[in-house]
DNA sequence: CAACGGTTGTAAACTAGTTTACTCCGGCAG
DNA sequence: CTGCCGGAGTAAACTAGTTTACAACCGTTG
């Protein structure tokens, strides 16, 4: 019957005997216009003959691929709940979001970005006439090189967990995340308190910015002192920069790391130090990855809303695309996190 | 200077003073024919104005829009690293994935497929056109009903851990992996063994293949006794199961879970019922998922190679597009798993 | 002077539809 | 008998190129 692969509407046209322009108006849903019975043959040929629209047509001929693209890193929990929650967004306007990534799943939670590569991506995106573009920043050296580009394609970009004044922007709301954990260190007793920083690079706003928060939240305190240690800009070192803050002169009796994967390298750090959590040592992460509840101790930390960053990143391309939104001026959404309390803290030895 | 958001060739080329037809010439690599400096001009105007190929003008003249469809559950670190794999062999070919599911992250690891949902995603993937599908059938009571369709389109398919008959497919080698654990378990001692199998819906095949292997592995020793019990049809009542099955009459001295998920199930229902692990009770899991590591104690579990899993996916998916595998025959690849012996198995107690 | 090869242009057909402008036909009302 | 309207068809232009056939121009040989 079908001598072709896929159904072209050409076929049910001839199958349902209509003029080709009849069947492209009766299924766009132009229908007041057609008689019934005429409708009813179009339909059922179409069904029949299992035709789709083909949206690369529709792409061509509107400009819309109802396609977004979407840059994050190879994924942990927080990412796989981030991309969910863009993926459940767009899925009720009828777009898709298309994935890259750039690095190795080896290479986790850090890795180089490489600009090369990044690049390339970009432009397989670009290539499918993608209508946004969700990313995280440190993927894209090339997103900073390319933001002309993409501001003549008008090319809407929401960008996650990096501030920017020139795309729109989710992120965790740093501020109050920070004062809560400083809030419940200081409020069991703490006073000599550390903070495990990620890698500092430039692209890594959300780092600079949280481990500041902190300080900050802390110093308002008055009578706590608080001293900061950051990764190296590969992000390898996370063991050995854990081992040096829990002996230096410091003598911390509790740190925030700000991300769960430091928070790890903690863990284990005071593990061959002799050092029992939370008895000697209280521990509070960052994110509420899926490993810190099966931690042992269960880890205390600050869980983000990821489904809603992603949710709130997809709604804002989408109201770039519908217009919604006026040309100008970009937005940053700040998403509470709230505080898990596990068995990971508790108030300092008094004997200490 | 640009008049329109993204370039054309037409821009191309009247930038480059050439014709519509060379430009197009040039560009698609044909150069032979041309002279040095009209390559030259017609290339610099090209990058100058940021002109990029249309994959979708591409997609609708050669049918191949270099794109492959991907539906897959909502990622637990197993299913991150098939998708790397798929992403890693297409990226190679010049192809992208684009990742659709259905359920959601809540329901993990187990969840509803319902149909409609199925329907609607995979339709998704046809109205773009894909060029092939990488599927988990259970999320495709859809693909049980579509696959005629399919193969009329001729859009190949290829399904990752579920045997088929009508289309490719890799998943593990679960007699070799279910023989070495096995194996293990009886070498240290074991002989009254309990197995937690997971839902055994009909599109489950992979949990019945690999707890009836187990059983067979087991009972090829002659004296030892195996028992399963499995979840019900929802997934829902893991916990229930587990502590079922450690109550039960046989009293099981090790137990193994078809999944790191089960296994997470049994060693809490043993922590409920003052069961140490490994002393009064060894548990192995399966496929060394993210948090089987810093499980307490260790998991010991079977290393599944996920992003080769991936990798051969897509490799076959690419061939059958390709035309380098001859029209029929579906072929079955088996991938070997690994024995990851962690804490979590030990001798049983002598005494009992 | 004509033929020739190397370059480039022109025009048309093609991918799968969408959309607009017009036309055509039959039946019914005025 | 004419006008009008609903229901349909026809043709063409348009999306962004790709590809083929053919023509045209140039300077250089024979």
Redesign the interface.
């Known amino acids: 019957m079908?001598n072709s692969?896929?159904p072209r509407l050409k076929d049910v046209a001839k199958a349902a005997n209509v003029s080709l322009a009849a069947a492209s108006r009766i299924l766009r849903g132009d229908r007041e216009r057609f008689g019934e019975e005429t409708c009813r043959r179009v339909l059922e040929a179409s069904r029949q003959l299992?035709w789709?629209?083909?949206?690369?047509?529709n792409?061509?001929q509107t400009g819309r691929?109802h396609?977004i693209g979407v840059m994050i890193p190879?994924?942990d929990s927080f990412w796989?709940?981030v991309l969910?929650g863009i993926?459940?967004t767009l899925a009720a306007s009828?777009y898709?979001?298309?994935?890259?990534?750039i690095g190795?799943?080896g290479d986790m939670p850090h890795f180089e970005k490489e600009e090369g590569d990044g690049l390339r991506q970009i432009?397989?995106l670009?290539?499918?006439?993608v209508d946004g573009l969700i990313m995280w920043p440190p993927f894209s050296v090339a997103y900073y090189h390319h933001f002309p580009?993409l501001v003549?394609?008008?090319v809407p970009v929401a960008v996650i967990d990096h501030y920017s004044t020139v795309a729109d922007s989710v992120e965790t709301d740093e501020e109050q995340a920070t004062a809560v954990v400083a809030d419940h260190l200081l409020g069991l007793g703490h006073r000599r308190i550390a903070c495990l920083s990620s890698r500092e690079t430039p692209s890594q706003t959300w780092a600079v910015k949280r481990r500041s928060s902190f300080e900050e939240a802390v110093r308002r305190n008055g009578d706590a002192t608080v001293r900061s240690w950051q990764l190296n800009a590969h992000g390898s070192n996370g063991l050995e920069v854990a081992r040096e803050l829990l002996t230096d002169k410091l003598r911390p009796t509790a740190v925030f790391a700000v991300s769960d994967h430091e928070a790890?390298f903690v863990r284990q750090a005071a593990g061959e130090l002799g050092l029992r959590v939370p008895q000697d040592l209280s521990i509070v992460g960052f994110a509420d990855l899926?490993?810190a509840a099966?931690?042992?101790p269960p880890l205390t930390t600050m869980r983000q809303k990821p489904?809603e960053i992603g949710r709130l990143a997809a709604k804002l391309i989408m109201d770039r695309i519908d217009g919604i939104m006026p040309d100008e001026e970009p937005t940053t959404i700040k998403v509470a996190a709230e505080l898990i309390v596990r068995k990971s803290t508790a108030p300092p030895r008094t004997a200490d």
Chains 1, 2 share one sequence.
């Open positions: 079908a692969p896929v299992g789709r629209r083909n949206l690369l047509v792409g061509m691929t396609t190879p994924y796989v709940s969910s993926h459940d009828d898709l979001p298309i994935t890259v990534w190795s799943l432009n397989r670009l290539d499918r006439r580009e003549e394609r008008r790890a899926d490993f099966t931690m042992s489904h």
